[in-house]
Structures are given as structure tokens and as C-alpha cells.
T-cell receptor, first 111, second 114 residues
């Protein structure tokens, strides 16, 4: 399967703590994206990081990319109960706009 | 920004009937659209690539006769689940792309087959 792997599969933390999710993928990529999905809802785009970038920030989110290890991480700092959701990484096959999603991490932030 | 509208947002149908899901790019022309399926508590799996004016390309394991895709215009792709069965119950989501805007996901359709 081409699908990426994410770990942990599930993560439960207290409000205010940081949450780190990791994504590993199998093929070379143009870019990698992180999405959030609340239960039963559509996808919310969080961050896109290109293959020539190593780190990007957006508010409380920090994404890193290590193309040599074919891995990425998403850090959510000072988590809130509203951050409770599933988080997916998605990688694009070069030049196709075809995205392959990781297995996802279910994050639960306890108030 | 680019907007993709997906309709309906949810549908319940009887086993054996067919259901059509629409994916529209509202403010851009999408030469390519993608259809994904997501089972409960699982990730999104790419089903097929829909190209305007040509046949869709299906991923391995996806039955093209069961999941009919039509991309007749630059703003509309449809996915028809034919002879639906309870195991087809899932969350279906499309994405649309063009060279200028990149790609955008629709809000998804929850299909329940009873």
C-alpha cells in the first residue's frame, strides 16, 4: 500500500500540553500537507510544506519535514479542547495533485 | 479562495438503489477531480481520478462498474454508487484542482445504505 503511516494512532493529553504527531511516507514528494477532521466532518487544511522546506509555522502549529527520512511531524502547542479531532498527513505524487493520506492520529484534548 | 461544493452532504438509501453525489468547483475550472472514501475511524482512500472529457482512472481494488464517475464539464464531476449495499456506507469526499488554484476538498457526503 502506498498509504503513509502516522503515529501515534491515538493521543490523549491535557489542555495546555503540547501534542506531537508523526507521519512517515514511502515515495518522493512535491509537498506534504496536514489536515484536521472533526468527527463526521470534512477536511480542514492546516499547513502545506514543500519538499525543499524543513519547517513551517502557523499560529500554534509547527510542521517539520525530513525528506531524507521521509517523515514529517506536526506539533500543536498549548493545546485546547477544541483541538480534539483526527489529524492526517497527505503527500502528493509529483505533478499529479493525487494525494495519499496517512492513517491518521486521533487526538483528544481533555479540559 | 477556491471553493468546492459537494452535494448532498448526507444521504440514506435503500439497498439495491443507486445514489449520485455531485462535486462542483464554484469559482474555478477543474480539469481534474479526485474521489476519496473514508470508512469510520479510518483514513481517506483515493478511489479514482476524474478527468474532464475522458474516462476516470480507478485505483486498484475499486470497481469501476459500481462507482461510476462522470466529469462532463470543467466544473462538475459526479460519483454514482450503483446498486448500493450496506458495505458501501461511507464518507465520500472529492477534491478539485486546476493549475492556478491547486486543489481544494469538498465538505464530503455521508452515505448510509439500509
Amino acid at each position: 500500500s502506498q498509504q503513509g503511516e502516522e503515529d501515534p494512532q491515538a493521543l490523549s493529553i491535557q489542555e495546555g500540553e503540547n501534542a506531537t504527531m508523526n507521519c512517515s511516507y514511502k515515495t518522493s514528494i512535491n509537498n506534504l500537507q496536514w489536515y484536521r477532521q472533526n468527527s463526521g466532518r470534512g477536511l480542514v487544511h492546516l499547513i502545506l510544506i514543500r519538499s525543499n522546506e524543513r519547517e513551517k509555522h502557523s499560529g500554534r502549529l509547527r510542521v517539520t519535514l525530513d525528506t531524507s527520512k521521509k517523515s514529517s511531524s506536526l506539533l500543536i502547542t498549548a493545546s485546547r479542547a477544541a483541538d480534539t479531532a483526527s489529524y492526517f498527513c497527505a503527500t502528493e505524487f509529483p505533478g499529479t495533485y493525487k494525494y495519499i493520506f496517512g492513517t491518521g492520529t486521533r487526538l483528544k484534548v481533555l479540559a | 479562495g477556491a471553493v468546492v461544493s459537494q452535494h448532498p452532504s448526507w444521504v440514506i438509501c435503500k439497498s439495491g438503489t443507486s445514489v449520485k453525489i455531485e462535486c462542483r468547483s464554484l469559482d474555478f475550472q477543474a480539469t481534474t477531480m479526485f474521489w476519496y472514501r473514508q470508512f469510520p475511524k479510518q483514513s481517506l482512500m483515493l478511489m479514482a481520478t476524474s478527468n474532464e472529457g475522458s474516462k476516470a482512472t480507478y485505483e486498484q481494488g475499486v470497481e469501476k462498474d459500481k462507482f461510476l464517475i462522470n466529469h462532463a464539464s470543467l466544473t462538475l464531476s459526479t460519483l454514482t454508487v450503483t446498486s448500493a449495499h450496506p458495505e458501501d456506507s461511507s464518507f465520500y469526499i472529492c477534491s478539485a484542482s486546476d493549475s492556478r488554484t491547486g486543489y481544494t476538498f469538498g465538505s464530503g457526503t455521508r452515505l448510509t445504505v439500509v
